[in-house]
């Protein structure tokens, strides 16, 4: 039979778990470990398995009896097992899936090997070690003796075993003697058995301490959300603590604003019209007292005056006289100049009446000799259509001179050419050519139409104010849809009329306020 794998499930210090022991070309499996890894708990482990635990186990210091239990994967040859041992009176063998199986299910596994066969043959410790070999020296007859020669390869048992004696003798006695060293070490061992007592825990001691940090554990948890609780209440309270004084300011200042009344609802930008409207009141207050000390002064002057009621009975008169004083102030200087621009236009005059052939007469009689309103009239069109006609013959007597110079140039290199008919291409270009027109008119055309959008270009760059970039910058510019200015014209009418409503609100501000004695014309005169 061979031990595949080895479920420790609910067995001495273990819980679920595993121990693999694979199949290998040396098939043999060394388990180390230090004191108190559960090298012997392994060992029990696969005789309980095997043979069933016991009734009283000495492994149930985790899981109760009831509790206990082991799985196993075994094979011998083609036939395998997958298995599970529960303490139980019967029944304790069960499959991998948990269904009972029959008390014999291992003897295909076993064969004949009991419990005590298997721990004599395969349970071996140190103690059963040590046992087996005093047994074999203690052997009272010849075959015994011989057999342990044999088996040692060892002659002369006697003397040999009667020196072993004396040695013993020197080590240990049954009388207990400190000079032996056997004596010496067992009260080593005692003084460390003592101490490995004193720190040892029993097994109801530790489920007892770990019954009581379990127990402890839950006691923090729940002390953890009290305080956690009573942490969020702290918070609460430490809140209401520091928010109660302006809430108590805020329920006075609440009660006052309900003493106050329904109070008008003011634009957003109120602060900042209170703000400029106090300043310009206080420019204001300033122009006032100085309007008024002007005043004072003016007044304390026309105490000490002593005037004429008859002159100011007049004093509608006077101020026409001085108001006429003033627009004929400048008369002189302009009859002066009319008469110079009078002068110079008369020269004109005759000298436009000398190319028409006209005598040198009087103003009454070149006036008589003028011709009336539609003669003039008919003469003007004449003249301007003259210019018009006189500026095309010119342009046309330019372009023929041109034309005529280039089929003179033309008919100079077709002198030269040889007498060749001209290809289909080139009468086609030609005809592209002729097609054009005047090349050089549509070029003078197109550089006048580029000096004025020119022109246009740079009027209406500085429109745009600080604009710094080319053409082609503002090309790239991704312009607004019709809605969007839709969008900005309505939203700028809307801010237009509410600056004019903002301004109407100043203005009656100004005049509702105490200080404002002028009014509002005085306001907007000193701000100006």
């Known amino acids: 039979m061979r031990l595949t794998r080895l479920d420790l499930l609910r067995y001495g210090k273990f819980t679920d778990k595993t121990v693999s022991l694979p199949k290998a070309d040396q098939d043999f499996h060394l388990i180390l470990g230090p004191n108190e ?28 009896h009831s509790e206990m239990r082991l799985g196993a994967a075994i094979e011998e040859g083609d036939a395998a097992l997958d298995f599970i041992r529960i303490k139980a009176r019967a029944k304790t063998l069960q499959s991998a899936a948990g269904s009972p199986l029959a008390d014999n ?11 005590v066969f298997f721990d004599q043959m395969f349970g071996l410790n140190h103690e059963r070690l040590v046992q087996g070999g005093q047994d074999i020296l203690s052997a009272s007859n010849d075959i015994g003796q011989i057999l342990f020669q044999a088996a040692a390869g060892v002659g002369s048992l006697g003397h040999i075993r009667d020196q072993l004696e004396v040695e013993a003798n020197l080590l240990w006695a049954k009388r207990k003697s400190g000079d032996r060293e056997y004596y010496e070490a067992a009260a080593e061992l005692e003084l460390a058995d003592a101490a490995l007592k004193a720190a040892t825990v029993r097994t109801k ?24 609780t009573l942490e969020q209440q702290r918070i609460g309270l430490e809140r209401v603590r520091r928010t109660a004084p302006l809430l108590t300011s805020l329920k006075a200042s609440e009660d006052q604003l309900a003493e106050l009344g329904k109070v ?46 008859s002159v100011l009975a007049r004093s ?43 005598p040198v007469e009087d103003e009454e009689a070149l006036a008589k000799r003028l011709p009336g309103s539609l003669v003039k009239s008919t003469l003007g069109g ?18 023929l001179s041109q034309r005529n ?33 005047d090349v050089a008119s549509q070029e003078k055309q197109s550089e006048t139409q580029i000096r004025r959008l020119t022109r246009d270009l740079e009027t ?9 970039h080319d053409a082609d910058a503002l090309r790239r510019l991704q312009l607004p849809t019709q809605d969007e200015i839709n969008t900005l014209v309505k939203r700028r009418s809307d801010l237009e009329a509410k600056e004019a409503a903002d301004q109407q609100r100043v203005v009656e501000l100004t005049s509702e306020h105490p200080s404002s004695a002028r009014g509002p014309g005085v306001l907007k005169e000193t701000r100006g």
């Open 37 to 64: 890894a559960g090298k012997s708990t392994l060992r029990s482990a696969i005789q309980d398995l095997l043979f069933g635990i016991e009734t009283r186990s000495r492994y149930n210091f985790l899981h109760a």
């Open 105 to 115: 299910a291992l003897t295909p596994f076993l064969g004949q090997v009991d419990r």
């Open 205 to 228: 001691d530790w489920q007892e301490a770990s019954t009581r940090v379990n127990e402890i554990a839950d006691e923090l948890e729940q002390a953890r959300a009290r305080y956690a």
């Open 264 to 309: 008008v609802e003011l634009p957003e930008n109120s602060a900042e019209v209170l703000a400029r409207a106090e300043q310009d009141t206080a420019v204001a207050t300033q122009s006032v007292q100085l309007f008024e000390t002007q005043r004072t002064d003016l007044a304390g002057k026309i105490n000490t005056l002593h005037p004429n009621e």
């Open 316 to 358: 509608t008169d006077i101020e026409a006289l001085d108001a006429l004083r003033q627009e004929l102030r400048s008369l002189d200087n302009d009859i002066a100049k009319r008469e110079g621009e009078i002068l110079v236009l008369w020269q004109e005059l005759q000298e436009s009446v000398g190319q028409l052939g006209w």
């Open 382 to 399: 004449l003249i301007r259509r003259h210019d018009m006609l006189l500026q095309t013959l010119t342009s046309a007597d330019e372009a």
């Open 405 to 437: 110079a280039e089929i003179k140039d033309i008919g100079l290199q077709m002198t030269g050419l040889p007498d060749s008919e001209l290809p289909v291409a080139l009468m086609d270009a030609l005809a592209i050519a002729r097609a054009l027109g």
């Open 460 to 468: 209406a760059t500085s429109d745009l104010g600080a604009w710094t």
